[in-house]
C-alpha cells in the first residue's frame, strides 16, 4: 500500500476515500507547512497532498525524492515551483473545475457588498450608530445595467460574466491573454488591461497566480481606471500591487475595492484595514462543504490514477 502524506486536515469525506486506498498520514495543523517538514514527508512518501501556502518553492526540492506526485488541494499552485518539482521526479496536479461556481458566487458577493455599502452599513449598525432610514443614507453604486471587466475569461471569469451579464443586465468586456471564441455572454474582448480598467465601472480579477500576473494590476492599471470604478479580486493575492491599491484608494483614483486574497496573506494592509469603501473577506471563495470535499475528491481521482498507471486527470506543467 502507498504511502501519502496530507499537509492540513480535509473534509472527512475526502479522508475515508483516501483511507481506503492508502497508507495515509494527515497532519492536524492548519497552518501552512514549511519546507524542512515538506521535504521530510517528500522522502519519506509516495504523494503527498498540498495546498495553498505549503512552502515548495525551487529549495525545497532536492535532487530527487521518494515521492512521485505532488496531488495539489486547489485549483492555484503558484506556491509550487512547478519547474523544480518535475526536476525533482514529481508530478504536479491540481483541481480545476470543483472551484469555479463557488468562487464566482464570492466575486458577486464583493461586487454587491463594496458598491452597494453592505459591509459599512452593517458595521453601522452593530455599532448602535444607526439612527433610521433616511433618503441620503448610505448611497452606494448602482449596479445593473453597468459595465463589467473581467480580466482573465477562463471558467471562473466565464461564470462571472454570466451572473452579472443575465442578474444585473451587465455588458461585459474583458482582457484575456490567448483570443477567447465563446465568453458565453455577450462580450467584447479588448487588448490590454489598461483598456478594460478605463471601458468598466467594476473590475474583477480572475487570472491564476505565478510569475506572469505577480503586480498585473498597478498604479498604471488604477490611473486608468473610471474614478467611480471598484475593483474585486478573487485570484491571487499578489495579482494586485497592494501598496499601489492602497495609494490609488487614499488619493481618490478610485472608489473602492473588494477583496478576498492579499498579496502577504494572512497579514492585510493596515491602509486596507482603515478604509470603509473596500471590502475585506478571509479568503472565503471556496468556503462550503461541499466544493471542498469536491476538491478533495478531484485530488483524490488524481492520486487514484497515479497509483492505478492511468493518465493523471488535472497534470499541470513548467
Known amino acids: 500500500m502507498k504511502k501519502v502524506y496530507v499537509t492540513r486536515p480535509l473534509p472527512a469525506a475526502v479522508l475515508e476515500a483516501l483511507r481506503a486506498r492508502f497508507d495515509l498520514t494527515v497532519r492536524e495543523e492548519t497552518s501552512p507547512m514549511g519546507a524542512e517538514a515538506l521535504r521530510a514527508a517528500m522522502d519519506g512518501h509516495d504523494a503527498v497532498l498540498p495546498t495553498l501556502r505549503d512552502d515548495l518553492g525551487a529549495a525545497t526540492f532536492g535532487a530527487s525524492h521518494r515521492a512521485e506526485l505532488l496531488a495539489n488541494f486547489g485549483v492555484g499552485y503558484n506556491h509550487i515551483d512547478v519547474a523544480a518539482a518535475e526536476a525533482a521526479g514529481l508530478k504536479v496536479t491540481n483541481t480545476p473545475g470543483a472551484v469555479t461556481d463557488a468562487t464566482a458566487d464570492i466575486a458577486v458577493s464583493l461586487i454587491l457588498m463594496t458598491c452597494r455599502r453592505l459591509g459599512e452599513g452593517e458595521r453601522l449598525l452593530r455599532a448602535g450608530k444607526w439612527d433610521g432610514w433616511h433618503p441620503t443614507q448610505l448611497l452606494g453604486f448602482h ?168 493518465p493523471l486527470p488535472n497534470l499541470v506543467t513548467s
Open 143 to 310: 449596479v445593473t445595467g453597468k459595465t463589467l471587466g473581467v480580466v482573465g475569461m477562463g471558467r471562473i471569469g466565464k461564470a462571472i460574466a454570466a451572473r452579472c451579464h443575465h442578474g444585473f443586465g451587465m455588458d461585459v468586456v474583458f482582457y484575456n491573454r490567448s483570443p477567447v471564441a465563446d465568453a458565453g455572454v455577450p462580450a467584447r474582448q479588448l487588448a490590454s488591461v489598461a483598456e478594460v480598467a478605463a471601458a468598466a465601472d467594476v473590475v474583477v480579477l480572475s487570472v491564476p497566480g505565478g510569475a506572469g500576473t505577480h503586480h498585473l494590476i498597478g498604479a498604471e492599471v488604477f490611473g486608468a481606471m473610471k474614478r467611480t470604478g471598484f475593483l474585486v479580486n478573487i485570484s491571487r493575492g499578489d495579482v494586485v500591487d497592494e501598496a499601489a491599491l492602497v495609494a490609488a484608494l487614499e488619493a481618490g483614483e478610485i472608489a473602492g475595492a473588494g477583496l478576498d486574497v492579499y498579496e502577504r496573506e494572512p497579514v492585510v494592509s493596515p491602509g486596507l484595514l482603515a478604509m470603509e469603501n473596500v471590502t475585506l473577506l478571509p479568503h472565503l471563495g471556496t468556503a462550503t462543504l461541499e466544493v471542498r470535499t469536491a476538491m478533495g475528491m478531484v485530488a483524490a481521482e488524481n492520486l487514484f490514477a497515479w497509483d492505478e498507471g492511468r
